[in-house]
């Protein structure tokens, strides 16, 4: 492969699946996927303008494990990838694709800037019926549906903790819930720190 890239010396390079392209390496160790991430890098060096997409796959659910959604908590989600950590902790940009309610979740984290996403995709139908691409869909509206039904448990006014208990969900998951909230208009916080309510029109 270093050979073909060193010849053609494309702009992107897609290894896909993942493992199909690390025979030697065993992703499962620390260690072993160490090496392999500085080759992509040594790689990448010898090859200005080198961008390299890694497709892999989570580890297998625990059916009896709480599922922790894509769109809530990109941090938990990905932390399921199979394998070494490593892997994660040494990619510039990690994100996921999830099914959620017949719509298509990106999100993920960017070293340097934090969690990005969530975007939604909702796919869409040709003419026949048959599914032909998937339609992004605005992040505001995407995030009032996501979220409306939260907000109709909820009292107006609440607090953190009220809101936490009644929602029954974690820290971060109530973060990420209030952070988009109130960058789509839905929430207002007051100097007290109490959450109201804002009608917003569709």
């Known amino acids: 492969m270093t050979k073909l890239v060193a010849s053609l010396r494309p702009g992107l390079l897609v290894l896909d699946p ?11 160790k620390t260690k072993d996927a160490l090496r392999f991430m500085d080759s992509l890098r040594t790689l990448q060096r010898a090859t200005p303008g080198l961008r390299l997409t890694l497709s892999h ?33 040494h990619a510039d940009v990690r994100l996921g694709f999830e099914e959620e309610n017949g719509k298509l979740v990106l999100a993920g984290i960017k070293r340097g800037v934090g969690i990005v996403g969530p975007w939604h995709f909702t796919l ?30 909820l009292p107006d006014p609440f607090t953190w903790k009220t809101g936490r208990l009644l929602l029954d969900i974690g820290e971060s998951t ?15 916080q007051g100097a007290d720190g109490v959450y109201r309510k804002v009608e917003v029109r569709k």
Do not use: N
């Open 18 to 28: 993942l493992r199909q392209f690390a025979s030697g390496y065993d992703l499962t």
């Open 57 to 89: 796959h989570l580890t297998k659910r625990d059916l009896g494990a709480d599922h922790v959604a894509l769109a809530d908590d990109p941090w938990a989600w990905l932390e399921r990838v199979s394998g070494s950590l490593a892997l994660l902790d």
């Open 124 to 153: 869409e139908e040709d003419a026949q019926g048959q599914p032909c691409r998937f339609r992004f869909e605005d992040q505001e509206h995407s995030i009032r549906d996501r979220y409306a039904h939260f907000l109709d448990k």
């Open 174 to 188: 109530m973060h990420r819930f209030v952070k988009a909230a109130k960058a789509a208009g839905m929430l207002v």
